[in-house]
C-alpha cells in the first residue's frame, strides 16, 4: 500500500519540484551554459538522489568495496575524498595503478550502477526506501559521475596524499619565494595532470591564506602551506596556479580554493579548535580576503577563476565593526557567510554558480564546538547548520565523536541522509535549500564533462600519465634553484665563503621525522639522516669532480644531536675509554695455539661519537624543519645554539630551513655563518641546498 500511495504522489513531487527550482533561477546566472541542462537533470531526480549529492565523504580501505559501494549504489553520494589516513593507497610503486583503479571503480558504480528493485513487502522502511528507486516502472536512476576530491599541497607528507608514482611537487611557499607566477602555473600544471589522468576531478587547493601572523611553536601554524605573507602576491600566484591547473587538466579538474575566508590570522590549530580572527570585515578585505577575490573576480581570466570556496572554522571578532561581538564560525553562520558572498567581489560569482564547500565536518574543532565536554557529536545538526549557513557541498571526515571509530562514520553519514530525506519531505524551505545547492553541484559536473554523463566521456581520461617525468622533475628543480633565500648575512658578506676545502670536515644534522602512507605501510623518513652527505658525494664525490672524500663527511639525526646536548657533563667524557669500559671484539689464536689474545676495542657511544665529530668539524651543517611541541628534538638547534655554542669552535655554521624560516631569532641567527630559507624538503631542494656550499646557486 505504501508503495502505490508513494508512486501516486511522486508526478504531483515533481510538479511542486519544478516550481522551486523557479524560484532558485534568480540566485544562479545565466551566462552558464549549463544552467538549463543542470534544472532538467535536478527535475528527474527523486529526493534521496537530490539529497546524496549533497555529501562529499571518506571510507577506508584502497578498492571499491562494502561501505563505499553501498553509499554510492544506495545512498547516491555525490564524491569522495581520498586520505592516506584512510588507507586509500597501497604506498608502494604500484599506487599510481592501484589510484588510478580505485578512481575508475567508483566512477563505474556512479554513472553504470545496478538499478536495485524494490522490495514486495508491505512493511517497506526508510532504510529499504534508499536502497530502492522510487521511480515509475521502466524509469532508471540517475546517473551522475563522481566528485573525486584529494589535497595535493606537495612537499610530501604531511600535506600530500598520495605520495608514490607522481612527480614531487614543492609546497606553496617555496613556489611563492622563487617570486615567478609563471613557475606557479607550470607547477599547477603538472599538478592538474596528473591528477587528472589517475581519475581525480577535484582538487581541495590552493590554499590562499596569507600568513600574517605565524603561530610559531603550534602545530595549527601554516607553515610553507601559504604562498606568503603579501595579500598581492598570494593573490598573482594563486591565480597562475589555478591557470595551471585547468591547462594540465583539460578542464576536468575542480578547484576548490582554501581556507575561506582565510586563516592566516588565526589564533589556535583550526582542526583542533576553533579559532579567533580579531579583525573587522574592511581590515579583511585588505589582507585575507584579497586572494580570494583575485580567483573569483568576473573581470578576471575565466582560467584563474576558481569553481569553490573551501569554508575554514573560523570565527571573527568585531566581523561587523562591534569588537565586543563574535561570529560563529564562518562554515556554520548565515548570517556572516552571506554578508561574504553579498561582497560586489563575490556576488557575480556566486550567481554564476560558485561553490561553497565546508571543510572537514567531522574534526576536533568541530565536535568542542558543539559540545565541548566532548560527550556528544551532534551529526544531524553539524550537517544542517553548515547547509543552511550557505556550504552546498558537505565534507563528512572522521564524522563521528573522537574515538567512536570508522563503524559510526559511516553509521552517522547514513543516519544523517536518512534525516536529511525526512526534513526534505516536510520543510519546504529545507526542500528549497538542498535544490539550489544540488543545482550549482550538477552545473560544476556538467562543466567538467562538457554537459554528457555518459560513461564513454567520464571514464574516458583526457589526460595521460606521462612515464617520463624528465621534463617536470627539471622544472620543479629549476624552481627549487630560485626559492633559495640567503635569509643572513648579506650576499656581500658570504661573497666566497662557501666553498668546502680538500681537506675540511664536514658535520650534518639532520632533523628526521617519519610518517606511513598507509597503515601496513612501512615508515619512511620526511629526510634521511645522510640525505645531504650522499647527495654532497654524489654531486662533488671520487665518481664526480672529485673534491670531496668520503671521509671527510659524518651524519647525525636531530634525536643524536639532543641526546648528546641532554647528557650531563659529566657523562661526556671526550676520552678514551678505559679497558674495563672496552668490549670483546673478537678471539685470535696465537701462532703456537696454546693461548686466545683478547683484542679489545673502544665502545664509543653514539653521544660521545656526536661530541669526537664537532671537535674536529670544519663545517657545521643543520638541515631543519619546524619546532613541532610534540616531537622532543625538533629544538636541537636552538639547543645547540643557546646552550652550547662553543661546541662550534671555528667551524662555519649553516642552517637549511627545509620548513618554514622563522623559528630562529636574531641571536641565534647571528651565530651562524648562513642562513638559507629553502622551504621545502623533497630530493631537487635537498640537491639545491647541497649546490650552495660550493656557490653554485644562484
Not at 591565480?239 to 575561506?260: C, E, M, N, P
Not at 633559495?484 to 650576499?491: D, E, M, N, V
Not at 622551504?679 to 650552495?692: E, G, H
Amino acid at each position: 500500500m505504501r508503495r502505490r500511495i508513494r508512486r501516486f504522489l511522486y508526478p504531483f513531487l515533481l510538479i511542486l519540484v519544478a516550481l522551486i527550482v523557479q524560484e532558485t533561477q534568480p540566485v544562479l546566472g545565466q551566462e552558464d551554459g549549463y544552467l538549463a541542462q543542470a534544472q532538467r537533470f535536478l527535475e528527474s531526480m527523486a529526493p534521496e538522489e537530490r539529497i546524496g549529492q549533497l555529501f562529499l565523504v571518506t571510507f577506508a580501505g584502497p578498492t571499491a568495496e562494502e561501505e563505499i559501494k553501498e553509499l554510492i549504489l544506495d545512498y547516491h553520494v555525490g564524491g569522495v575524498v581520498l586520505l592516506s589516513r584512510n588507507d586509500n593507497f597501497i604506498g608502494n610503486a604500484d599506487s599510481v595503478q592501484q589510484v588510478t583503479a580505485l578512481n575508475r571503480s567508483l566512477q563505474e558504480l556512479a554513472v553504470l550502477g545496478e538499478l536495485k528493485s524494490e522490495e514486495a513487502e508491505e512493511d517497506f522502511s526508510l532504510e529499504q526506501f534508499f536502497s530502492a528507486t522510487p521511480q515509475t516502472e521502466g524509469d532508471t536512476r540517475t546517473q551522475i559521475p563522481l566528485f573525486i576530491g584529494i589535497s595535493h599541497e606537495g612537499d610530501g607528507p604531511p600535506f600530500t596524499q598520495l605520495q608514490e608514482g607522481l612527480t614531487k611537487l614543492p609546497n606553496a611557499s617555496a613556489i611563492g619565494a622563487t617570486w615567478n607566477p609563471e613557475l606557479s602555473r607550470t607547477i599547477g600544471s603538472i599538478a592538474g595532470t596528473e591528477l587528472s589522468a589517475v581519475g581525480f576531478n577535484m582538487l581541495l587547493g590552493p590554499s590562499l591564506d596569507v600568513l600574517e601572523s605565524p603561530l610559531l611553536f603550534s602545530q595549527g601554524d601554516l607553515g610553507t602551506r601559504s604562498f606568503g605573507g603579501d595579500p598581492y602576491w598570494v593573490s598573482v600566484m594563486g591565480q597562475a596556479y589555478t591557470s595551471g591547473i585547468r591547462t594540465g587538466s583539460d578542464g576536468r579538474l575542480a578547484v576548490i580554493a582554501k581556507h575561506f575566508p582565510g586563516y592566516g590570522s588565526s589564533d589556535r590549530p583550526i582542526n583542533e579548535e576553533v579559532g579567533t580572527v580579531r579583525k573587522s570585515l574592511e581590515q579583511l578585505k585588505q589582507i585575507e580576503l584579497a586572494p580570494f577575490f583575485a580567483v573569483t573576480d568576473p573581470e578576471g581570466k575565466p582560467d584563474t577563476i576558481v569553481d569553490g570556496l573551501l569554508t575554514a572554522h573560523v570565527r571573527y571578532q568585531g566581523f561587523q565593526g562591534n569588537i565586543r561581538s563574535t561570529t560563529a564560525p564562518v562554515s556554520f553562520d548565515p548570517q556572516a557567510l552571506s554578508t561574504l558572498m553579498d561582497l560586489p567581489e563575490f556576488s557575480q560569482w556566486r550567481q554564476n554558480g560558485g561553490l561553497i564547500v565546508s571543510d572537514e565536518l567531522g574534526v576536533r574543532a568541530v565536535e568542542r564546538f558543539y559540545d565541548a565536554t566532548g560527550q556528544e557529536f551532534p551529526h544531524r545538526q553539524v550537517a544542517k547548520d553548515a547547509l543552511l549557513a550557505g556550504n552546498d557541498l558537505l565534507f563528512l571526515s572522521s564524522f563521528s565523536r573522537e574515538g567512536e571509530g570508522y563503524q559510526t562514520h559511516i553509521s552517522n553519514i547514513k543516519d544523517t541522509m536518512i534525516w536529511f530525506y525526512e526534513k526534505y519531505e516536510t520543510d519546504q524551505s529545507f526542500q528549497q535549500r538542498i535544490d539550489e545547492a544540488v543545482l550549482r553541484i550538477l552545473m560544476l559536473k556538467l562543466r567538467l564533462y562538457e554537459g554528457q554523463f555518459d560513461a564513454g566521456h567520464v571514464l574516458t581520461p583526457t589526460t595521460l600519465l606521462p612515464e617520463d617525468k624528465t621534463e617536470s622533475e627539471a622544472a620543479v628543480f629549476d624552481l627549487a634553484q630560485q626559492a633559495i633565500t640567503l635569509i643572513a648575512p648579506g650576499p656581500a658578506e658570504l661573497d666566497e665563503q662557501l666553498l668546502i676545502g680538500p681537506d675540511e670536515r664536514v658535520v650534518f644534522f639532520t632533523d628526521v621525522r617519519n610518517s606511513r602512507q598507509c597503515g601496513a605501510c612501512p615508515l619512511v623518513p620526511w629526510i634521511q639522516t645522510s640525505a645531504l652527505q650522499d647527495r654532497l658525494l654524489a654531486l662533488y664525490g671520487p665518481d664526480a669532480s672529485g673534491q670531496i672524500q668520503p671521509g671527510q663527511l659524518t651524519s647525525f639525526s636531530y634525536p643524536q644531536l639532543n641526546d648528546f646536548l641532554l647528557q650531563s657533563p659529566d657523562d661526556a667524557s671526550g676520552a678514551t675509554p678505559e679497558p674495563e669500559d672496552a668490549e670483546l671484539a673478537d678471539n685470535t689464536s696465537t701462532d703456537d695455539g696454546d693461548a686466545l689474545t683478547a683484542i679489545v676495542t673502544p665502545t664509543i657511544t653514539p653521544a660521545e661519537q656526536v661530541e669526537l665529530a664537532l671537535q674536529s668539524a670544519d663545517w657545521i651543517v643543520f638541515a631543519s624543519l619546524d619546532n613541532d611541541p610534540s616531537i622532543e628534538s625538533s629544538n636541537a638547534l636552538q639547543m645547540f645554539l643557546k646552550e652550547r655554542p662553543d661546541l662550534a669552535g671555528s667551524a662555519n655554521v649553516i642552517v637549511f630551513a627545509y620548513n618554514a624560516p622563522y623559528y630562529l631569532d636574531t641571536t641565534e641567527i647571528s651565530q651562524l655563518t648562513a642562513y638559507f630559507g629553502v622551504y621545502s624538503k623533497i630530493d631537487p631542494f635537498i640537491d639545491a641546498s647541497v649546490r650552495t656550499l660550493f656557490s653554485e646557486s644562484p
